[in-house]
C-alpha cells in the first residue's frame, strides 16, 4: 500500500511540474519570446497541452472572466497540494 500510494504522491508532483512548465510557455508564446511555428517549441506545446488541458478547462468553465489572466493552474495546484496532504497525512501508514 505504501508504495502504490508513493507513486501517486510522485505521479502529483510530476503533473505539479508539467502544469508550471505549461503556464510558463504560454507566457513566454504570449509575449512572443519562443515562437510556435518551431517545430520544437510546437511539439512541447502540443504535449503539455494535451496533458493539462484536461484538467484545467474544467476549472476554467467554473471561473468567472477575470480579463484574460487565467488563475486556473494556480487553483489546480493548490488542488493537488491539499490531495497531496490528505494521502500524506491520513492514508500513509506511520512508521516506528
Known amino acids: 500500500m505504501r508504495a502504490l500510494l508513493d507513486i501517486i504522491l510522485l505521479a502529483l508532483q510530476l503533473y505539479t511540474y508539467l502544469i508550471v512548465a505549461s503556464a510558463i510557455l ?3 508564446v504570449a509575449f512572443n519570446v519562443v515562437n510556435v511555428r518551431n517545430d520544437l517549441v510546437r511539439s512541447i ?6 496533458v493539462t488541458e484536461p484538467a484545467l478547462r474544467p476549472i476554467r ?5 477575470l480579463g484574460g489572466v487565467d488563475i486556473s493552474p494556480i487553483i489546480l495546484i493548490f488542488i493537488i497540494f491539499f490531495i497531496e496532504r490528505l494521502i500524506q497525512d491520513y492514508l500513509m501508514p506511520v512508521a516506528f
Open 61 to 65: 468553465n467554473i471561473l468567472p472572466n
Open 26 to 28: 504560454s507566457w513566454l
Open 45 to 50: 506545446w502540443t504535449f503539455l497541452n494535451a
